[in-house]
């Protein structure tokens, strides 16, 4: 079918009967009027990243901004939070799927992150059905029938929804304006937004969002300016959006305060988002020659740069009135092995005790299986509060504490090659249209996949990547290895009775995304790019 396309708009991909409200002409001006006004920001905005990654390059560190003492030491606070936010003790996340939005609206958590990004696959169909599920899933008309004709609904009580966009690096390549491509982002929020926000508002929870992947508070000043113009258009007061910062960036670290200050009308507080935040730093210190972390799973939440990351966040946040809000634990339920089972169960236990117990006003979960336990633990903390916003966490944090690269072993075959496995077993799944796949009983989603190309990156690249058994880390040594763990995946697929079709592209990807002299910078990209 065609569509009445706003001038200057142009997509380049298939559009289904059902997806024609969505893409109505006046929400498709509203996408085009905010890509006008923002998207040359954008741009710079990315071409400043570069220009800093490249001083980090020649030997820069980070520190905190001078050009901004009189934010970090003024007397503010963001703007009150609604009162659908104030109790945020479990948030639990997905993507945009279907049964993946009724089971998370069901699952007892307080809130429900639904993402267009990390955990979502963004080809086209996703991208536009998962905003014609929120459409319905917002007026509780969304259902779905698996095949085996079992119907999933959505109970009278669900979580509070909060909307992850597409981080600034991503376009929507299937959308031009003028001959640009359109933001992901800001394709993503207007869409949402438009068809949405006042739906939310007269049924007392929105609309409210997650802001990925920013590196600096200029970054939160052009989300703050497109929310400014976006309540205009629509004729909302100002400060009726709300959105929470996953800081999950070093350089976002050092920034904090200031990214709560641009966003303080509008600000839902922070998030320490782990996963993203250790790819980050492998990415900002790939050519230092003394930085070199160990194999992922030594890499917790107790190792001296992500301890202190997090007490920051908690200190930033409630001197400043604002929600602090702990990451995700990748550990699911195990089926079928009960001792495995409660081992797991024991770790997101211990990640909640400690986020709890740290002043954190509640934690992430990938499973609703997971929401008792975590709801458990914050509850024990919190008692009958919704949250614990006049806790203060004392000490002083910076470069010392948040550059402290510990532990820099071990560094094994088998972290080698579950890197590997893992890097191919996302890939071949994102390539075929599932972007949060349990691997190994961790949910793994874009951001360990990342984690695992790099660090294979980094370990071949660095003087420092050297086996416990004391070999080096080289191109002729992963490469056998990427093999050898290509096969064992597509067993492992076919034995689950999955199409193994995509997997000898993820391997060709990951050997090239690994393996390259030259680091890129998004395994997402050219994956995009490849994809339909």
Request: hydrophobic share 40%; aromatic share 8%.
């Amino acid at each position: 079918m065609s569509l009445n396309l706003p001038q200057g708009m142009q997509i380049t991909a298939p559009i289904k009967p059902e997806w024609e409200a969505i893409l109505s002409t006046e929400a498709l001006e509203f996408v085009a009027k905010l890509h006008r006004a923002f998207e040359a920001r954008r741009q710079e905005l990315l071409k400043a990243r570069i220009e800093r990654q490249a001083r980090i390059d020649a030997g820069e560190m980070p520190d905190f901004l001078p050009e901004t003492k009189h934010i970090r030491e003024g007397d503010w606070k963001v703007a009150p939070v609604p009162a659908a936010l104030q109790c945020r003790r479990v948030e639990i996340t997905g993507p945009v799927e279907a049964k993946m939005i009724i089971n998370a609206f069901n699952s007892g958590a307080d809130s429900y992150m639904t993402d267009f990004e990390d955990s979502n696959s963004p080809n086209w169909d996703n991208q536009i059905q998962g905003q014609v599920n929120l459409y319905k899933a917002i007026r509780r008309e969304l259902s779905f029938k698996n095949e085996a004709g079992k119907e999933y609904k959505l109970n009278d009580k669900i979580a509070t929804l909060q909307i992850r966009p597409r981080g600034w690096h991503l376009d929507e390549k299937h959308v031009t304006v003028d001959g640009q491509r359109v933001g992901g982002g800001i394709f993503d929020f207007a869409l949402v937004f438009f068809h949405n926000a006042k739906e939310q508002i007269a049924r007392g929870a929105g609309p409210f969002y997650y802001l990925p992947k920013m590196e600096s508070h200029l970054e939160a000043r052009l989300w703050n300016d497109i929310f400014v113009m976006a309540q205009d258009h629509v004729g909302l007061p100002q400060g009726t959006i709300k959105a929470t910062v996953l800081v999950e960036t070093i350089l976002a670290t050092f920034e904090m305060e200031e990214i709560l200050y641009e966003l303080r009308n509008h600000s839902a507080g922070l998030n320490a988002g782990r996963w993203d935040y250790i790819f980050s730093c492998i990415k900002k210190f790939k050519k230092n020659k003394d930085f070199c972390l160990a194999q992922r799973g030594a890499i917790t939440m107790e190792v001296p740069f992500m301890r202190s990351y997090a007490l920051a966040l908690v200190q930033a946040c409630h001197k400043r009135g604002a929600p602090a809000m702990g990451g995700m634990s990748a550990l699911i339920p195990i089926k079928n092995d009960p001792v495995a089972n409660e081992k797991a169960l024991a770790g997101i236990r211990h990640d909640k005790t400690r986020d709890a117990n740290d002043g954190f006003d509640g934690g992430w979960v990938a499973h609703p299986g997971l929401v008792p336990i975590a709801m458990e633990e914050f509850v024990k903390v919190l008692g009958d509060k919704p949250n614990q916003f006049e806790k203060q966490v004392e000490g002083k944090f910076g470069p010392e504490q948040w550059l402290d690269f510990r532990p820099t072993t071990p560094i094994t075959e088998a972290g080698l090659r579950n890197n590997i496995n893992v890097g191919i077993h996302y890939l071949g799944s994102w390539l075929a249209g599932n972007g949060c796949v349990p691997i190994h009983n961790l949910m793994e989603d874009a951001a360990t996949a990342e984690i695992s190309r790099s660090q294979v990156w980094q370990w071949v690249v660095s003087p420092k990547g050297i086996l416990d058994d004391g070999r080096k880390v080289t191109v002729e040594m992963v490469r056998p290895m990427i093999a050898e763990e290509l096969a064992k995946v597509k067993a492992t697929v076919a034995a689950q009775g999955e199409d193994t079709a995509t997997y000898d592209q993820a391997a060709e990807i990951f050997d090239r995304m690994s393996l390259t002299p030259d680091y890129p910078e998004f395994l997402t990209l050219p994956l995009y790019e490849a994809m339909a």
